[in-house]
Nanobody, 125 residues
Framework: VQLQASGGGLVQAGGSLRLSCAAS????????MGWFRRTPGQEREFVAA????????GYAYSVKGRFTISRDSAKNTVYLQMNSLKPEDTAVYYC???????????????????WGQGTLVTVSS
């Protein structure tokens, strides 16, 4: 069981990035997934989450209207499209999956069992 996050990088404020999270194992197609982020010295915080088919999503207030989470079941991949990026979005972003076959949207870190390795997003001002 592995989650592989990618797509981070350096971008100017106002720019866009798309993060990807490829999940191994078909069971993830039926599992709720989310994105979290951590800045130095801070706790990891919720960013976005989606249910198994992406029809139900949830966002942190700080990213609502700018970020979009989506899923491609055929590719077993979750995406985070980040637009209108701000310097305060700079963080290591982690994708996460709930226990296998547990669906639904949750902002609670403890609800997630599987974690990717993180990908760094740096937004310059």
């Amino acid at each position: 069981v592995q989650l592989q996050a990618s797509g981070g990088g350096l971008v100017q404020a106002g720019g866009s990035l798309r993060l990807s999270c490829a999940a191994s194992g078909r069971a993830f197609a039926n599992t709720g997934m989310g994105w979290f982020r951590r800045t130095p010295g801070q706790e990891r915080e919720f960013v976005a989450a989606a249910n198994w088919n992406g029809d139900n999503t949830g966002y942190a207030y700080s990213v609502k209207g700018r970020f979009t989470i989506s899923r491609d079941s055929a590719k077993n991949t979750v995406y985070l499209q980040m637009n209108s990026l701000k310097p305060e979005d700079t963080a290591v972003y982690y994708c996460a999956a709930r226990p296998l076959y547990i669906d639904g949207v949750s902002p609670a870190e403890v609800q997630y069992q599987y974690w990717g390795q993180g990908t760094l997003v740096t937004v310059s001002s």
